[in-house]
């Protein structure tokens, strides 16, 4: 098992940078893909950014943050990182990291066996 929390959120102006940290207990950290997910007021919770475990060789993106959002991982401390540059409006929501025991990274948020509480991202134009 694995519990998790995410720090780095805050309010930020358009066009500005935010990096989001996800610490994870336990000795396996290693051994889960993760993944970043958000949820705006009123929306379904949707798919960020996600890497593989080990690694981390494989990354994935939504079509809405790629080549402006990086994941990457330490696994010496635990922790997935969510770089997130030329921030916009519509990135305003609570961004949660999830773990996946399964070497293989997916989009949808219910295959992920555990979840952060979640921080909140605001920019504002």
């Known amino acids: 098992q694995v519990q998790l929390a995410e720090s780095g959120g805050g309010l930020v102006q358009a066009g500005g940078s935010l990096r989001l940290s996800c610490a994870a207990s336990?000795?396996?950290?290693?051994?889960?893909?993760m993944g970043w997910f958000r949820q705006a007021p009123g929306k379904e919770r949707e798919f960020v950014a996600a890497?593989?475990?080990?690694?981390?060789?494989?990354?994935r993106y939504a079509d809405s943050v790629k080549g402006r959002f990086t994941i990457s991982r330490d696994n010496a401390k635990n922790t997935v990182y969510l770089q997130m540059n030329s921030l916009k409006s519509e990135d305003t929501a609570v961004y949660y990291c999830?773990?996946?025991?399964?070497?293989?990274?997916?989009?949808?948020?219910?295959?992920?066996?555990?979840w952060g509480q979640g921080t909140q991202v605001t920019v504002s134009s």
């Open positions: 890497i593989s475990r080990s690694d981390g060789t494989t990354t």
């Open positions: 999830a773990a996946r025991d399964n070497p293989f990274i997916v989009v949808v948020p219910t295959r992920y066996d555990y």
């Open positions: 336990g000795r396996t950290f290693s051994s889960y893909a």
